[in-house]
T-cell receptor, first 112, second 112 residues
Framework: AQSVTQLGSHVSVSEGALVLLRCNYS??????LFWYVQYPNQGLQLLLK??????LVKGINGFEAEFKKSETSFHLTKPSAHMSDAAEYFC??????????FGAGTRLTVKP | NAGVTQTPKFQVLKTGQSMTLQCAQD?????MSWYRQDPGMGLRLIHY???????DQGEVPNGYNVSRSTTEDFPLRLLSAAPSQTSVYFC???????????FGPGTRLTVL
């Protein structure tokens, strides 16, 4: 079975600062890993995904994440935060059975 | 393409009532799933389906039934609603094997 732990339920950064959202996973099979973003009162939108191949994955809106198998991590970063990045972010993992497991989410606040 | 659609957007039920949440997708995706989202708990998988006629349980299946008679539709049934089922429900679909899931806009359900 798969599981995800997101470290920090709330993260606050200043506009222009580095964004780092942490995600650790557990999986008994090679994982597929995802980051989704949810804006208030909306559904989830895919930011980026790792399936196989290159471990540094680039997504939309300037976000990227690196798959580190030895650390079982898939942290999300963005070099410079923008006010429009304020949202809730979810890390997720799935395996061969295709049932996806989500972390509890991290709410990102961006201060002007 | 409409993507993934869900109806209704909002619903209030009394304890013991039954209802069906509708979900449809027009992307010919094999995989469909239902999640519930509760504060601080992320999204939890209720049921999923890898094709017409095939369904399976997720993390929190109790109190919910599903069926998949067509590729397009995946309704979620609450047979006897309980206050613990107050939540926001999301339907999603995916093409296999990438499992990149596309989410509907959600249904906010309140059980009194």
């Amino acid at each position: 079975a798969q599981s995800v732990t997101q470290l920090g339920s709330h993260v606050s950064v200043s506009e222009g600062a580095l964004v780092l959202l942490r995600c650790n996973y557990s999986s008994s099979v090679p994982p597929y890993l995802f980051w989704y973003v949810q804006y208030p009162n909306q559904g989830l939108q895919l930011l980026l995904k790792y399936t196989t191949g290159a471990t540094l994955v680039k997504g939309i809106n300037g976000f990227e994440a690196e798959f580190k198998k030895s650390e079982t991590s898939f942290h999300l970063t963005k070099p410079s935060a923008h006010m429009s990045d304020a949202a809730e972010y979810f890390c997720a993992v799935s395996g061969y059975r295709n049932d996806m497991r989500f972390g509890a989410g991290t709410r990102l606040t961006v201060k002007p | 393409n409409a993507g993934v659609t869900q109806t209704p957007k909002f619903q209030v039920l009394k304890t013991g009532q039954s209802m069906t949440l509708q979900c449809a997708q027009d992307m010919n995706h094999e995989y469909m799933s239902w999640y519930r989202q509760d504060p601080g708990m992320g999204l939890r998988l209720i049921h999923y389906s890898v094709g017409a006629g095939i369904t399976d349980q997720g993390e929190v299946p109790n109190g919910y039934n599903v069926s998949r008679s067509t590729t397009e539709d995946f309704p979620l049934r609450l047979l006897s609603a309980a206050p613990s089922q107050t939540s926001v429900y999301f339907c999603a679909s995916a093409t296999l094997p990438s499992n990149e899931q596309f989410f509907g806009p959600g249904t906010r359900l309140t059980v009194l």
